[in-house]
């Protein structure tokens, strides 16, 4: 993801990101409540965000988990909160020093002038699909649109040359190839949560999914499949090298509900208390009304919009292997791709199925 706050940074476009957190937050409350419940009322609560990213998303997540933590107290009848320890983590490459100067507008907002002094945010650098904290320590476990990007690149991709992830008409072996580096990776993350957890300790996981398991359709991988022809585009043009594009593959991987289960039943850590799922689309700035289907300064703007998001998750990315000189020529053009899509297909720009999964550690 893209540190800082400018133009192009994460902190500025995951307002998709965003809405999604505000849209979801009753389910955390509802679990760390029914946790509290199994687990008593201790005098100090672990949480962790993981997959933080950067900016005031991981801090509006934080919020809504302290404050059902100490409402969850309230309601009990016990005057004095717990500690609460806020754990923020993501990749060692994360822009934390960003997060990092939102913390003390976080602890002043805290809804209770007696829980002031009783919350304290720290960084856990790494990966999650490995160990991060000291075994069963955590009682409750945050993250979301995190777990569908995967460790690495998936294996066997020498045959995708005409895409960098999977593209309609698909190969059945690269599908299956991202499916297998999905259900190795969401395996080891569940192990590694099992050993850090406290039982009955909740998880709530939020992620980008798709419809079915056995089927892909035309839009399931819709920001790849551009951002493909964007770069082929260049590389006719001779701006990069087709070697290039055909040895870069995105480590991304939206799974169906069923995949998801799978994974979680096989594994066995975990019961499931409940799995969401519904469509949400970006909200951009543009208010879309029927007389604007055809107007194509909408469609452009609404396209640049959709091309500054996904530059702020992409753009790390593309630069390690392609170059910064990449960056303004591929957007550009994935604007202007974008905004052919809406106006042939009147679809709205990033409609996507959101999976939340709720967990309880046995």
């Known amino acids: 993801m893209n540190g800082g706050t400018g133009e192009h940074s994460y902190a500025t476009n995951s307002h998709y990101q965003r809405s999604v957190i505000y849209e979801t937050q009753h389910v955390v409350t509802m679990n760390i409540r029914e946790m509290l419940e199994k687990i008593g009322f201790p005098d100090c609560i672990k949480v962790t965000d993981l997959g933080c990213s950067t900016g005031q998303n991981t801090m509006l997540a934080m919020s809504a988990i302290a404050n059902s933590i100490i409402e969850s107290y309230q309601q009990m009848g016990i005057k004095n909160p717990p500690e609460i320890d806020c754990c923020l983590n993501d990749l060692l490459e994360n822009d934390f020093n960003t997060t990092f100067k939102i913390v003390p507008s976080f602890l002043e907002k805290l809804i209770k002038t007696e829980a002031k002094g009783k919350c304290f945010v720290s960084g856990v650098p790494g990966s999650f699909y490995s160990r991060l904290f000291p075994r069963k320590s955590l009682h409750f476990v945050h993250s979301a649109f995190s777990i569908h990007w995967l460790s690495k690149i998936p294996d066997s991709l020498e045959s995708n040359t005409k895409s960098i992830h999977i593209k309609h008409p698909y190969t059945p072996n690269v599908y ?172 709205r720009p990033n409609m996507t199925l959101v999976l939340v999964v709720s967990l309880i550690r046995k």
């Open 176 to 347: 299956k190839s991202y499916l297998n580096q999905f259900k190795n990776d969401f395996s080891d993350f569940l192990k590694m949560r099992s050993e850090e957890m406290v039982q009955n300790g909740r998880m709530v996981l939020t992620f980008v999914g798709r419809k079915a398991s056995n089927t892909l359709s035309k839009d399931c991988f819709q920001v790849w499949s551009l951002l493909s022809d964007c770069l082929l585009d260049l590389a006719s043009e001779g701006f990069v090298k087709k070697s290039e594009i055909e040895s870069f593959n995105m480590p991304f991987y939206n799974p169906s509900e069923e995949e998801v289960m799978e994974v979680i039943f096989k594994e066995g850590s975990f019961e499931i208390n409940k799995i969401e799922k519904f469509d949400h689309i970006v909200p951009y700035k543009i208010e879309y009304e029927e007389e604007n289907d055809q107007d194509q300064s909408v469609h452009m703007e609404a396209s640049i919009n959709h091309a500054s998001w996904a530059r702020c998750i992409t753009e790390p990315l593309l630069v390690a292997h392609f170059g910064d000189a990449i960056i303004e020529p591929v957007f550009d053009k994935y604007a202007h791709y974008m905004a052919k899509y809406l106006s042939v297909t009147k679809h």
